[in-house]
């Protein structure tokens, strides 16, 4: 009975990943609602269970891909493979209307270049205070502190290693986390009390996930906002990291 259950999950690996997904989503949650009362968002906690569980199956398998390489849960390769994360990232993109953005001025479109930026610039100083020096590992942990949807995409396009990648990932989750936790704290000090300081907050940032947590926490009313300009963020960095960027790091580091 075990063996013909087996089979049936492998062959349906697709399915199975969607269901793990779906079980450690809805664990995250009720972690956050029940043990932090909002204040660390479900997604940043899904996001480390994810992350414990790839390390987990590295480390029994031996293998690269994490959870992955186990035969069971080849349908978590495919499901979180290139494919899908640019399905998503597009996605989240149509969340958004540029009409809203407007709304925010040109302080609004200006914290979304200075947003971008000054995160790179960190991530290349935390990059390099690690011993990193070429431009694509430089460019890569860089555009991870922009978020961790940025970086992996930047990796991917201009071929850093798994290994930096992860990196760019983890950079991009502490940043979620800080924010997520920090924003009700400082929300006082920078008037982060209506909707166009949370737009601006939110191009500043950038951290979609970190932005909508920590502004559920300080005033669920601002959320939208501040995730409007977050979305947008997400995308240029995409757009500005593999290209410009990267072109910018390469000609100062080459």
């Known amino acids: 009975m075990l063996e013909i259950l087996g ?9 199975l ?3 793990i997904v779906g079980v450690t989503m809805y664990l995250s949650y009720f972690i956050s609602d029940k043990l932090t009362k909002g204040r660390l ?8 269970l994810g992350l414990v569980l790839a390390y987990i199956g590295g480390v029994v398998t031996g293998g690269e891909k994490g959870l992955a390489d186990v035969s069971l849960f080849t349908g978590i390769g495919l ?4 494919m899908l994360r640019d399905f998503a990232i597009v996605s989240t993109a149509f969340g958004a209307n540029f009409s809203e953005i407007k709304k925010a001025g040109l302080t609004g479109v200006l914290s979304l270049f200075i947003g971008v930026f000054l995160s790179f610039v960190v991530g290349v100083m935390i990059a390099l205070a690690f011993g990193y020096r070429d431009a694509i590992s430089l460019t890569t942990i860089g555009a991870g502190t922009a ?6 995409v930047t990796g991917s396009a201009i071929g850093a290693s798994s290994e930096v990648i992860t990196l760019s990932i983890a950079a991009g989750l502490v940043k979620s986390i800080l924010t997520m936790v920090g924003t009700p704290f400082v929300a006082k000090y920078i008037g982060l009390n209506n909707p166009r300081t949370a737009m601006v907050y939110g191009g500043i940032m950038g951290t979609t996930s970190g932005v909508a947590g920590g502004l559920a926490a300080t005033d669920p009313k601002l959320v939208p906002y501040g995730a409007v300009t977050a979305t947008f963020y997400t995308g240029l960095g995409c757009l500005l990291a593999p290209s410009v960027l990267f072109l910018l790091t390469k000609a100062v580091f080459s």
């Not at 499901?79 to 290139?82: A, E, I, K, R, Y």
């Open 7 to 15: 089979n049936v999950l492998k062959n349906n690996g697709l399915i």
């Open 17 to 19: 990943a969607f269901a």
């Open 41 to 48: 968002h479900g997604s940043a906690i899904a996001i480390i």
């Open 79 to 82: 499901m979180g493979g290139g």
């Open 147 to 152: 978020t961790y949807i940025v970086g992996p």
